[in-house]
T-cell receptor, first 111, second 113 residues
Framework: KQEVTQIPAALSVPEGENLVLNCSFT??????LQWFRQDPGKGLTSLLL?????REQTSGRLNASLDKSSGRSTLYIAASQPGDSATYLC??????????FGKGTKLTVNP | NAGVMQNPRHLVRRRGQEARLRCSPM?????VYWYRQLPEEGLKFMVY????????ESGMPKERFSAEFPKEGPSILRIQQVVRGDSAAYFC???????????FGQGTRLTVV
């Protein structure tokens, strides 16, 4: 059974800082891994999808890496802005074809 | 191309009533997933459907909950005889294939009073 852990649970940083969010998962037999953001009271917005054959994926100020063999993914956010404040969720997709979520990292970027 | 549409956005039901939550997937998507999010909890998988088929319902409570995705029309998550513990946000996601990028709707927030 896939289990996902995200560290830290919460993070507060000043604007402009570069930061790293960590995600670990127990079953490395995955097709891909998605990173999402969730704003309070809202749905999930897909940020990045990394295929199991990829090591990195970039979109703007976001860079996600995947080390499938060790069951780890990181989301790097460059030059953080107050608008980046949200909860960030990672979700690997395995043979069951359903995303399994961690509890997320709640990010606050202070102006 | 509209995203995943869920309605209603907010739903209030009295204990014992039925709740019907609707989800229209993105155009061309035939795979639909339902998740539940309790306050301060992560998203928990409930059910995975394709058109007219339930693929995986391992996360669905055995009683009172059912889901369908008919050939025509939206996917429906039905909760019969709701109880206070059913109060949560229910999210629907869709994907083109079973192992491709999933897109989520804005959710339906169910409150049982």
């Amino acid at each position: 059974k896939q289990e996902v852990t995200q560290i830290p649970a919460a993070l507060s940083v000043p604007e402009g800082e570069n930061l790293v969010l960590n995600c670990s998962f127990t079953d490395s037999a995955i097709y891909n891994l998605q990173w999402f953001r969730q704003d309070p009271g809202k749905g999930l917005t897909s940020l990045l999808l990394i295929q199991s054959s990829q090591r990195e994926q970039t979109s703007g100020r976001l860079n996600a890496s995947l080390d499938k063999s060790s069951g780890r993914s990181t989301l790097y956010i460059a030059a953080s802005q107050p608008g980046d404040s949200a909860t960030y969720l990672c979700a690997p997709l395995g043979g069951s074809e359903k995303l399994v979520f961690g509890k997320g990292t709640k990010l606050t970027v202070n102006p | 191309n509209a995203g995943v549409m869920q309605n209603p956005r907010h739903l209030v039901r009295r204990r014992g009533q039925e709740a019907r939550l609707r989800c229209s997937p993105m155009k061309g998507h035939s795979h639909v997933y339902w998740y539940r999010q309790l306050p301060e909890e992560g998203l928990k998988f409930m059910v995975y459907l394709q058109k007219e088929n339930i693929i995986d319902e391992s996360g669905m409570p055995k009683e009172r909950f059912s889901a369908e995705f008919p050939k025509e029309g939206p996917s429906i998550l039905r909760i019969q005889q709701v109880v206070r513990g059913d109060s949560a946000a229910y999210f629907c996601a869709s994907s083109l294939e079973g192992n491709t990028e999933a897109f989520f709707g804005q959710g339906t927030r169910l409150t049982v009073v």
